[in-house]
């Protein structure tokens, strides 16, 4: 038995995530029984789609359960294993979520190699974000020479990974952003062509401007208000991928969350032909492609010619602070918490 500190799910949202949802707990762990392991937690992910899974109600997958730690992808070391599959000192990826400490049938881990990247990034570059930016833009987005791809949350691990891949490609990246800061980063460090802040008072006019021929195809992160300014400058026959809607809580109650109506989307569909796709990481098709995106991505970072960002909090206890700042635009880059800094892989 060890100790073992867990930040628990303890209420359901109102109109969004607040420090009092959440509550630290201290708990014990038992040691790892027959074909068990016990998993050290290194790394904890903090992602926008864990906001949906605070509530009850539909969604793509069950909501998180109160009075449990709460959900998140880690990456963690084995400690002690009776498991035959694994050995003490294995570096894995897991979904046990918020503690320090997870025993394991050895269900749903994936062996993580040290040599190839640093671990952390099977939590960001290389893991559910990169793959999710790269099989949605490749697969659904089929962007062509030429073409141009916006991308909103553009310094957010996923947004990155699509304008780099854009341009890879051979198609204009124009990112959007929160802060001059992040806008010089996308075309100083990450090569975007174009760099927009939503925050600027001439934010629309920005983004025609950036976009003088119409947007090919808008990769989007954030829903709402920023959604709107990009729909006018959509190109006949463009392609719309939704893969967030981090700006709008659609869990909040009718008339709080500043979106518009369906109806202008309906008629640009109409008049430019346009075509709209949601997606989520775990859908087969995109899911297929993942050696596909780990060998492109994996040669990208090993070669340079990829770059990523992380924005790291110190200790399980700052987790609920740092994800409820996720959703002002607090963090700049991979938002990761490290729980044991004194270990290394």
Known sequence: MRGNRQVHLVSRPGNGPELGNFALC??????????ELLLRTLWLSLDPYMRARMY???????PAALDQPMQGSTVARVVASRHPDFTEGDIVESAHGWQEYALSDGSGLRRIDPALAPVQTALGVLGMPGQTGYTALVHHGRPQPGETVVVSAASGAVGSV????????????????GGMAKCRYLTDDLGFDAAVDHRAPDFAAALAAACPDGADIYYDNVGGRVFRAVLPLMADRGRILVCGTISVD?????????SGPAQDLLNAALVRRLALRGFVYTDPELMERAPEFRARVGGWIRDGSLRWREHVVEGLEAAPEAFCGLFRGENFGRLLVRLAPGETA
């Open 26 to 35: 201290d708990s014990v762990i038992a040691d790892p029984g027959p074909d």
């Open 162 to 177: 699509v304008g780099q891949v854009a341009r890879k490609m051979g198609a204009r990246a124009v990112g959007i952003a």
């Open 250 to 258: 659609r869990d909040a109650p009718a008339g709080n969350d500043g």
């Open 56 to 62: 009850e109600g539909r969604n793509y997958t069950a």
